[in-house]
């Protein structure tokens, strides 16, 4: 989903929110990727399936907020906009 060798610069959890701050190479496309306005969703989606104590997950790319628009995600949010996208 992400290029291949993106680092994470940060993650941690508090209470039942997850900050995720992935490196500057997230941003570059890269080969049998997807592109990353569905990549990152994805991932987000792949969280709440697994981690059921995680309500709410904020992404970075090199300290940015990912999303200026949504500057909170929840499972809620990220099932619709992947809904949209045909997912």
């Given at each position: 989903?992400?290029?291949?060798?993106?680092?994470?610069?940060?993650?941690?959890?508090?209470?039942?929110?997850?900050?995720?701050?992935?490196?500057?190479?997230?941003?570059?496309?890269?080969?049998?990727?997807?592109?990353?306005l569905?990549?990152?969703?994805?991932?987000?989606?792949?969280?709440f399936?697994?981690?059921?104590?995680?309500?709410?997950?904020?992404l970075y790319?090199?300290?940015?907020?990912?999303?200026?628009?949504?500057?909170?995600?929840?499972?809620?949010?990220?099932?619709?906009?992947?809904?949209?996208?045909?997912?």
């Amino acid at each position: 989903l992400l290029t291949p060798g993106t680092k994470i610069n940060n993650i941690f959890v508090r209470e039942d929110v997850l900050y995720v701050d992935f490196a500057e190479s997230a941003l570059l496309p890269g080969m049998n990727t997807v592109d990353n306005l569905l990549g990152l969703p994805l991932i987000e989606k792949n969280v709440f399936t697994n981690f059921k104590n995680i309500d709410t997950i904020i992404l970075y790319i090199d300290g940015n907020i990912v999303y200026e628009d949504w500057d909170i995600l929840t499972e809620r949010s990220v099932n619709s906009f992947l809904k949209e996208q045909g997912y």
